[in-house]
Nanobody
Framework: QVQLVESGGGLVQPGGSLRLSCTVS????????MGWYRQAPGKQRELVAT???????NYADSVKDRLTISRDNAKNTVYLQMNNLKPEDTAVYYC?????????????WGQGTQVTVSS
């Protein structure tokens, strides 16, 4: 049974930073691409960042240069470092495992972690 557990969300002031973590079990983590989605109230779900099994990354234009995705295969964990956060980054962030190591097809989802950017 594949399980994804996110952590690290919370309340942060504009301009602040957070690091989200997602630990994966029940699968050979190193074989698969991983990614992060977010969904704000009243908005469509947005793919924020992905990382292939080889470490190639891709970002939504709205978060480039502020968010960084990385992975530690030894710890079965993917991270999302978020810097210079803005109120529009407020959303529930979901960790996702893909069906392959390269092409992005979401397969398994975490339960989500809330990020709130507010003064």
């Amino acid at each position: 049974q594949v399980q994804l557990v996110e952590s690290g969300g919370g309340l942060v002031q504009p301009g602040g930073s957070l690091r989200l973590s997602c630990t994966v079990s029940g699968t050979d983590f190193s074989l698969y691409a991983m990614g992060w989605y977010r969904q704000a109230p009243g908005k469509q779900r947005e793919l924020v960042a992905t990382i292939t099994n080889y470490g190639t990354t891709n970002y939504a234009d709205s978060v480039k240069d502020r968010l960084t995705i990385s992975r530690d295969n030894a710890k079965n964990t993917v991270y999302l470092q978020m810097n210079n956060l803005k109120p529009e980054d407020t959303a529930v962030y979901y960790c996702v495992r893909a069906t392959t190591g390269g092409d992005w097809y979401p397969a398994y989802w975490g339960q989500g972690t809330q990020v709130t950017v507010s003064s």
